[in-house]
């Protein structure tokens, strides 16, 4: 079982998708590009259509970004969820506003506010940063944010979105393009189409969910139904997109359990990975369902 496992796991590996960067991390551990220049373009600006509870005319008293500052919050600054972060810290309508140059002469935006909080927009895309170690004094004091609490929030809705879009068979462009037997002689028969992915992903239960680099530790005591893996398997994997056009990577086995590997919409999050069992399954490619005798 642990070949045929290891075998699945890798199919997975080699197919995979790019891992996003982990939240909590400084940004200069984020391998964002480097910024050759930095211009701050307006230090400092009182936003008024911005929501806060500061007094006219205060809320951007004494506060001005320097190049300084903001060589330090690209330094210390942490990947945060925006709408936790948001109801977490004090509404300020003080913000910066900065332009940065890669050195290939990219540009991109990026704004940082009295209350830490910062974002950098690449090509529309925004990404959304707290420094609670910044030590400008002009800052409003930091405030607790757990990157944990940011991560879990946002994995599971993100996570959540990707599983129910493949349950309701809201994908497209369905691959099949290799399979892999052990012994080899237990891929005969086993052709699956893509009216039989769609079957799986369509009736299967959820047997375990989690961030990729975690699947080395599922095993038959985490997930008993794996045990279905040790009798002579054939392993088809292939790949499709969601409506989205995200990459979706899918492995199917002839004993009924199968995996799918996706990257949720979010820059706080890895590449997640499923493992489903599909009981309900009719086509007769599969083995028998576990406890049921093969037809005569």
């Not at 398997?233 to 009924?256: K, T």
């Amino acid at each position: 079982m642990k070949k045929t496992m290891k075998v699945f796991l890798l199919s997975l590996f080699f197919y995979g998708l790019g891992a996003v960067a982990e939240s909590g991390q400084a940004l200069a551990d984020e391998k964002l590009p480097v910024f050759q220049r930095i211009v701050i373009t307006k230090a400092s600006e009182d936003r008024p259509e911005l929501n806060s509870n500061e007094p006219p005319g205060s809320a951007c008293k004494g506060f001005e970004i320097t190049e300084k500052d903001v060589r330090e919050f690209l330094s210390l600054a942490k990947r945060v969820n925006f709408e936790i972060a948001y109801e977490k810290l004090p509404k300020t309508r003080c913000q910066a506003t900065i332009e940065l140059t890669t050195q290939d002469g990219k540009k991109a935006t990026m704004y940082i506010d009295r209350s830490r909080l910062g974002s950098i927009t690449f090509w529309d895309e925004a990404e959304h940063f707290y420094c609670g170690e910044c030590r400008n004094k002009q800052y409003y004091e930091t405030v607790s944010i757990s990157s944990k609490e940011a991560i879990e929030a946002q994995r599971h809705a993100a996570t959540t979105a990707v599983l129910e879009a493949v349950a309701a068979g809201n994908y497209k462009n369905v691959t099949i393009h290799s399979k892999r037997g052990e012994p080899p002689e237990a891929c005969k028969g086993f052709d699956l189409t893509e009216t039989d992915v769609r079957e799986f992903f369509k009736k299967a239960r959820i047997l375990i969910n989690v961030p990729y680099h975690e699947a080395a530790k599922i095993n038959k005591a985490t997930v008993p139904e794996l045990e279905l893996m040790e009798r002579p398997n054939c392993i088809a994997e292939g790949y499709a997109q969601l409506q989205d056009e995200s990459p979706i990577v899918f492995a199917i086995s002839r004993g009924r359990i199968g995996s799918l590997l996706f990257a949720p919409q979010s820059a706080l999050n890895k590449d997640q990975i499923a493992f489903f069992i599909c009981d309900q399954c009719q086509s007769k490619k599969f083995y028998p369902p576990a406890g049921k005798k093969p037809a005569q």
